[in-house]
Nanobody, 116 residues
Framework: QVQLVESGGGLVQPGGSLRLSCAPS????????MGWYRQVPGMQREVVAM????????AYTDSVKGRFTISRDNANNTVYLQMDSLKPEDTAVYYC?????????WGQGTQVTVSS
């Protein structure tokens, strides 16, 4: 019943920046991983970035390396995605995901549009 709530999406010009955040609507146990996914109409959902909660290890899809940064606040079960140097191809619905053992939590998604 607990949902993740994303915020920070919107419309931005190419080269601009946005910062997404995500936190649960209720009390949950600390997740093992937190991540961000995105989906374009007609395409499958893809992972963008992931962070291991315990040690902070991160991973990124090649297309966003050097431009996006994932971080977390473990005390508040909050994950962030700092997006810089945005490109039109980054336009998508971005979804937050938490995993604890084999339990997954998802947000409803937030729209990011990069356009002039």
């Amino acid at each position: 019943q607990v949902q993740l709530v994303e915020s920070g999406g919107g419309l931005v010009q190419p080269g601009g920046s946005l910062r997404l955040s995500c936190a649960p609507s209720g009390i949950i146990l600390s997740p093992d991983t937190m991540g961000w996914y995105r989906q374009v109409p007609g395409m499958q959902r893809e992972v963008v970035a992931m962070i291991f909660v315990e040690d902070g290890t991160t991973a990124y899809t090649d297309s966003v390396k050097g431009r996006f940064t994932i971080s977390r606040d473990n005390a508040n079960n909050t994950v962030y995605l700092q997006m810089d140097s945005l490109k039109p191809e980054d336009t998508a619905v971005y979804y937050c995901n938490f995993r604890r053992l084999v339990t997954f939590y998802w947000g409803q998604g937030t729209q990011v549009t990069v356009s002039s």
